[in-house]
């Protein structure tokens, strides 16, 4: 069974700042990572995916990989208070079953 | 639209009562998965199924089934709720082509 860690948080950023949520795995073959968003009372909605080291941004967020660390994150610039959510790192396993992280909750000050 | 949907979405039952969640996705997607989500543990895999007939076992399978009769439906029985079952219960089904998971809206169980 492949782990994923997060820090529960809570992480606070004031509004327009960059919000870093950090995740580490455990199983050094993973080759597939996702992050989701999951708003109190709602279900996990997908937020951007990963495969290769590197960046890869889709307009405010940015998915950072690092596999030689086994740590996978992302940022979000600008932060809005309709970011506040809590924020799940997740690897996939074999077969597409998706590992998660605890998640980590991100509150935006306005 | 294509959708998945859940139901009920709340159930207050009692301990030892069967209990029987409903899933049905309309994308035709053969991956779908059952999670519990828990404070403090985030999601983790109940069953999962890769199609008609075919049923796995999860991380947390012990007290719980599934069956899948057809590619729409995968029904998550509990056959005698314990009070450790309490918990907001997620289906999922995978969109291969995409990489996607898409989540149901979520049933939330309480075992007294």
């Known amino acids: 069974q492949k782990e994923v860690e997060q820090n529960s948080g809570p992480l606070s950023v004031p509004e327009g700042a960059i919000a870093s949520l950090n995740c580490t795995y455990s199983d050094r073959g993973s080759q597939s990572f996702f992050w989701y968003r999951q708003y109190s009372g709602k279900s996990p909605e997908l937020i951007m995916f990963?495969?290769?080291?590197g960046d890869k941004e889709d307009g405010r967020f940015t998915a950072q990989l690092n596999k030689a660390s086994q740590y996978v994150s992302l940022l979000i610039r600008d932060s809005q208070p309709s970011d506040s959510a809590t924020y799940l790192c997740?690897?996939?396993?074999?077969?597409?079953?998706?590992?998660f992280g605890a998640g980590t909750i991100l509150r935006v000050k306005s | 639209d294509a959708e998945i949907t859940q139901s009920p979405r709340h159930k207050i039952t009692e301990t030892g009562r069967q209990v029987t969640l409903a899933c049905h996705q309309t994308?035709?997607?053969?991956?779908m998965f059952w999670y519990r989500q828990d404070l403090g543990h985030g999601l983790r895999l109940i069953h999962y199924s890769y199609g008609v007939q075919d049923t796995n076992k999860g991380e947390v399978s012990d007290g719980y089934s599934v069956s899948r009769s057809n590619t729409e439906d995968l029904p998550l029985t509990l056959e005698s709720a314990a009070s450790s079952q309490t918990s907001v219960y997620f289906c999922?089904?995978?969109?291969?082509?995409?990489?996607?998971?898409?989540f149901g809206e979520g049933s939330r169980l309480t075992v007294l």
């Open positions: 994308w035709n997607h053969n991956n």
């Open positions: 997740a690897v996939m396993e074999y077969g597409n079953k998706l590992v």
């Open positions: 990963i495969y290769s080291n």
């Open positions: 999922a089904s995978f969109d291969g082509n995409t990489g996607e998971l898409f």
